[in-house]
């Protein structure tokens, strides 16, 4: 079964507006991580920010904050304020308590932001 | 500087050469990982590694092997590649993965891999 789901392929944006990109994860365990990563058309991986499972607050780093729905078991990555550098491939990532040495990706959201 | 080294970063290959991919990381991480990524796929996890000679299977390790003599070294080994095998290969490493460890994973440049 499909452990992490991103159901946006693609998605554009303006700049300067915000954006929300998509993510569905599942598990039965209650202790559980969640990762986004960035991939500029470099090709490099970029972590951005993390989620726990027990964390009170939804996560933010800068302009990337995190919509955390833990009973929808969603996990959505909002970027504030988009810039033409956000343009890349995003990617949702999981590791749960009971597989904790195993790390599984979403399909990954392209994103494009128009000037 | 902290980093994750791969290579080669290209590697165009024929079917059944026998070929490795190296991974080293200078973080004294004791968790090492390769992945593949594959268009609609995302990134499939192939090998892991939690320390010296602990290696383990991800969802997708045939075809791979992996060996961990060293704590830095990671190489991924294709005894046998097929086109199949064509695909983008990361290495990553991470401090250490335990139960509710928040720790990133660091990731290598990438290679990529052809096979004809």
């Known amino acids: 079964a499909q452990k992490i789901t991103q159901t946006q392929p693609g998605m554009f944006v303006q700049e300067k507006e915000a954006v929300t990109l998509d993510c569905t994860y599942d598990?039965?365990?209650?202790?559980?991580?969640l990762f986004w990563y960035k991939q500029p058309s470099s090709g490099e991986m970029i972590f951005l920010i993390y989620?726990?499972?027990?964390?009170?607050q939804n996560a933010t780093e800068g302009r990337y904050s995190l919509n955390f729905q833990k009973a929808r078991k969603s996990a959505n990555l909002v970027i504030s304020a988009s810039q033409l550098g956000d343009s890349a491939m995003y990617f949702c990532?999981?590791?749960?308590?009971?597989?904790?040495?195993?790390?599984?990706f979403g399909s990954g959201t392209k994103l494009n932001v128009k000037p | 500087e902290a980093q994750v080294t791969q290579n080669p970063r290209y590697l165009i290959t024929v079917t059944g050469k026998k070929l490795t991919v190296t991974c080293s990381q200078n973080?004294?991480?004791?968790?090492m990982s390769w992945y593949r990524q594959d268009p609609g796929l995302g990134l499939r996890q192939i090998y892991y590694?939690?320390?010296?000679?602990?290696?383990d299977k991800g969802d997708v390790p045939e075809g791979y092997k992996v060996s961990r003599k060293e704590k830095r070294n990671f190489p991924l080994i294709l005894e046998s590649p097929s086109p199949n095998q064509t695909s983008l290969y990361f290495c990553?490493?991470?401090?250490?993965?335990?139960?509710?460890?928040?720790?990133?994973?660091?990731f290598g440049p990438g290679t990529r891999l052809t096979v004809l």
């Open positions: 990532a999981m590791r749960d308590f009971y597989n904790f040495n195993k790390f599984y």
């Open positions: 590694s939690m320390n010296v000679e602990v290696t």
């Open positions: 990553a490493s991470s401090l250490e993965t335990a139960p509710l460890r928040t720790d990133t994973q660091y």
């Open positions: 989620q726990g499972s027990y964390d009170e």
């Open positions: 973080m004294n991480h004791e968790y």
């Open positions: 598990t039965s365990d209650q202790s559980y991580g």
